[in-house]
C-alpha cells in the first residue's frame, strides 16, 4: 500500500512544482528524509534543484531573507 500512495505523491509534486514554476513562484522543501532526497526515485530532486532542499525551515528563512533582503 505505502508504493502505491508514492507515485501518485511524487506525480502531484511534479504538476505543482510546474505549476508554481509557470507563475513565477519557486518551490523549495525542508526536512525532507535523507533516504527520500536520496533515492530521487521519481527525479524530484532534478526538477526542483538540489538547491530547493533545506535541512530546517530556518534555512528556508535565512536563504530567503538573503536573496530578497525582506526580514523578519
Known amino acids: 500500500m505505502y508504493l502505491d500512495l ?40 532534478q526538477l526542483f534543484g538540489e538547491d530547493a532542499f533545506y535541512d530546517t525551515l530556518e534555512d528556508v528563512m535565512k536563504d530567503y531573507q538573503q536573496q530578497t533582503g525582506v526580514t523578519g
Not at 18 to 28: A, N, S
Open 6 to 45: 508514492i507515485a501518485p505523491g511524487a506525480a502531484l509534486l511534479q504538476s505543482l512544482f510546474t505549476i508554481l514554476k509557470d507563475k513565477g513562484i519557486r518551490l523549495v522543501v525542508a526536512q525532507v528524509l535523507d533516504d527520500v532526497r536520496d533515492q530521487s526515485r521519481y527525479e524530484l530532486r
